[in-house]
């Protein structure tokens, strides 16, 4: 079978995820939001450190609803990439490897990574 | 692709940096939570002082390398012909290098006794995302 023949199957509601691959996909899809988000956080770098009036515009983008709003998706985005990175070195250092806690600590940091924007929103209002 | 052959490198850069901003993101979160900026003149001179002016330098340099190498691997995985590939890794490290200068310029522009040395020592590395092959 040459290369271009290949049989591909994408699928995604009809492969089934299993947890690791999950915490694997969440983690390329919060890198990938952050990364969207890297001007924004140079922007506001920027005019709150320009004058008295760029730190005032500044505060004020932070406290919009829907920056707000944006926020607790970017905990979630933040909370779930550092949580599965830190679990990516761990197993590069041949802790956790075993199937069994390899599963357990992605059920932890999936559900985990989801339990800080909603303690943060809870915390907020 | 030739970039392929320097995978190795690109695996350590991505885990040095990750440890990097893992440990100033949540620094910053402490300083955030506990000892806020009140006025605008308190965070310029916070801003200013030479160690955070560096350590965030450093930070947004690891943040752009950690960027480039996570997005380069996403595009290589999903983006199929060569041609799209292509425009979208240009695109993608051209984004990220003007996003390097222009942080480069706020960060040196903050009124202070910070040095153009002592912004460069942080942002220099940033250099490497010009040649693909070192990232």
């Given at each position: 079978m040459n290369k271009k023949n290949r049989p591909i199957f994408m699928n995604l509601?009809?492969?089934?995820?299993?947890?690791?691959?999950v915490l694997s996909f969440a983690h390329r899809?919060?890198?990938?939001?952050?990364?969207?988000?890297?001007?924004?956080?140079?922007?506001?770098?920027?005019?709150?450190?320009?004058?008295?009036?760029?730190?005032?515009q500044a505060l004020d983008i932070l406290r919009h609803?829907?920056?707000?709003?944006?926020?607790?998706?970017?905990?979630?985005?933040?909370?779930?990439?550092?949580?599965?990175?830190?679990?990516?070195?761990?197993?590069?250092?041949?802790?956790?490897?075993?199937?069994?806690?390899?599963?357990r600590s992605a059920w932890v940091i999936n559900v985990g990574g989801l339990a800080?924007?909603?303690?943060?929103?809870?915390?907020?209002? | 692709m030739s970039w392929r052959?320097?995978?190795?490198?690109?695996?350590?850069?991505q885990r040095v940096s990750a440890v990097y901003l893992a440990v100033y993101i949540v620094m910053f979160g402490l300083y955030l939570l506990l000892d806020a900026p009140t006025s605008y003149s308190a965070w310029r001179t916070w801003m200013g002082?030479?160690?955070?002016?560096?350590?965030?330098?450093?930070?947004f340099a690891a943040l752009l390398m950690h960027a480039?190498?996570?997005?380069?691997?996403?595009?290589?995985?999903?983006?199929r012909p060569p041609v799209i590939r292509f425009i979208?890794?240009?695109?993608?490290?051209?984004?990220?290098?003007?996003?390097?200068?222009?942080?480069?310029?706020?960060?040196?522009?903050?009124p202070s006794s910070l040095s153009i040395v002592t912004v460069a020592s942080g942002i220099l590395p940033l250099a490497t995302l010009v040649h693909p092959c070192t990232a």
């Open positions: 509601l009809q492969i089934r995820m299993p947890v690791v691959a899809v919060s890198g990938v939001m952050m990364c969207m988000l890297i001007p924004f956080l140079i922007y506001l770098l920027d005019l709150s450190l320009r004058n008295e009036q760029g730190y005032a609803p829907f920056v707000k709003f944006m926020a607790v998706l970017i905990a979630w985005g933040l909370a779930h990439h550092m949580l599965a990175g830190i679990r990516f070195l761990l197993i590069d250092a041949d802790i956790g490897v075993e199937r069994g806690s390899a599963r800080v924007p909603i303690i943060a929103l809870l915390v907020l209002l | 052959a320097h995978g190795s490198r690109a695996w350590l850069m002082l030479p160690f955070i002016a560096v350590a965030t330098s450093i930070f480039w190498v996570g997005l380069r691997d996403v595009i290589m995985d999903y983006a979208l890794l240009a695109s993608v490290a051209l984004g990220l290098f003007a996003m390097g200068l222009w942080v480069l310029r706020v960060l040196m522009l903050i």
